[in-house]
């Protein structure tokens, strides 16, 4: 089965209005952006709590890198290009351990757009993980109609 057969299943069988993506980050690709660009790096692709807490783990890395994937899920989840979206606009929350999307400015807009609805606010789902000894952090995003719009 091709990768494309595969994916169009997939896809076919979701409720209408969900939108997936998912990435894949290797954890030293991005041990080695933060040793080489610094803080420069992180203001721009992070939040500043997404910083706090992520330089406050055992191994910050594996935290950013979770993150970072997280935000390049949230761009396929779109089904057009997102010019203009910033990563910080995309934050990872966690809430009593629970890991949530909070979308703020441009990342709000596109994730409308991929709704079909201009007003309201679409509901998210988010699921993160890393291994150290494979070096891979991987994350899953929905973007889906919120229960005050309709039901996915």
């Known amino acids: 089965m091709t990768a494309s057969a595969f994916d169009s299943r ?11 993506g ?17 803080d420069s790096f992180l203001s721009r692709a992070f939040t500043r709590a997404e910083r706090e807490y992520s330089s406050s783990q055992g ?3 594996e935290h950013y890198a979770s ?19 910033p990563f910080d606009s995309i934050e990872v929350r966690k809430d009593e351990g629970i890991p949530s999307l909070c979308l703020s400015g441009p990342a709000a807009t596109a994730a409308r757009r991929i709704i079909g609805h201009t007003d ?20 899953v995003v929905a ?4 229960s005050t719009n309709s039901s996915p």
């Not at 997939?10 to 997936?20: A, K, T």
């Open 10 to 20: 997939f896809l076919d069988s979701l409720p209408p209005g969900v939108h997936l």
């Open 22 to 38: 998912t990435d894949v980050v290797s954890i030293s690709r991005i041990q080695k952006l933060i040793e080489e660009f610094g």
């Open 59 to 61: 191994h910050p890395a």
């Open 67 to 85: 993150r970072w994937a997280a935000k390049e899920a949230f761009f396929k989840t779109c089904s057009e290009p997102t010019p203009g979206v």
């Open 120 to 139: 309201g606010e679409p509901a998210t789902a988010i699921s993160l993980s890393h291994d150290r000894k494979s070096d891979h952090a991987i994350a």
């Open 143 to 146: 973007i889906f109609e919120s």
